[in-house]
């Protein structure tokens, strides 16, 4: 069974440039999960999806990013425009339903904004 | 905001020594599931347990949750080196879905 797949893998942009992240879910999962991990921190939840409707975006900087998944399936997370504090690795999971099913993680996406 | 916290912050032991890892969260939950990751495998699920459960059991993984307390242990017998990584206590507050990590023990198994 294929995994959660991410690209790209690793990202270098200066500050106030723009950036987009890209994962694809495993198949058949409903529930699409976006996560911020600072470095020597756990990860934190920005966006959860059901379907291709939000769930729970409490905790994302409106201001600054977006994310979408249309159809359902593939999802994509945009930082616009980027801070040097955004330097994160962006984990995106996925399971069948949003509660007692566990997360699968793909590999991340490691963000460097100098 | 991060929901779990884990004690300690970091573990070193032998291998073959037993690991034993807390965390402590705030709110009631629905269920609390312990994760591992370490650079080779990123973010791997290891075991989840529900409210109303009180000890989990998986291979050399033993799970325990204390609702009274709203703490949860995570013990694995027999270390190895293979064992080395951080491992984040997650859980999903009564009447919402969103996960909450803590910030992980990092545990080293030295062999």
């Known amino acids: 069974e294929a995994g959660v797949a991410q690209s790209p893998r690793y990202k270098i942009i200066e500050k106030r440039q723009s950036v987009a992240f890209w994962c694809n879910p495993i198949s058949g999962h409903a529930t699409l999960y976006w996560y911020q991990q600072i470095l020597g921190q756990g990860p934190k939840l920005l966006i959860q999806f059901q379907n291709n409707g939000v769930v729970d975006d409490s905790q994302l900087p409106k201001d600054r990013f977006s994310a979408e998944r249309l159809k359902g399936v593939d999802s994509t997370l945009k930082i616009q425009p980027a801070k040097l504090e955004d330097s994160a690795v962006y984990l995106c999971?996925?399971?069948?339903?949003?509660?007692?099913?566990?997360?699968?993680f793909g590999p991340g996406t490691r963000l460097t904004v100098t | 905001s991060q929901q779990g916290e884990e004690d300690p912050q970091a573990l070193s032991i032998q291998e073959g020594e037993n690991a034993t890892m807390n965390c402590s969260y705030k709110?009631?939950?629905?269920?609390l599931q312990w994760y591992r990751q370490n650079s080779g495998r990123g973010l791997v699920h290891l075991i989840l347990i529900r409210s109303n459960e009180r000890e989990k059991h998986s291979g050399r993984l033993r799970v325990t949750l204390d609702t009274s307390k709203k703490s949860s242990s995570l013990l694995i017998t027999a270390s190895r080196a293979a064992d080395t990584a951080s491992y984040f206590c997650a859980t999903e507050p009564y009447n919402n879905n969103d996960m909450r990590f803590g910030a992980g023990t990092r545990l080293t198994v030295k062999p």
């Open positions: 999971a996925s399971s069948l339903e949003p509660g007692v099913y566990e997360q699968y």
């Open positions: 709110t009631s939950i629905n269920n």
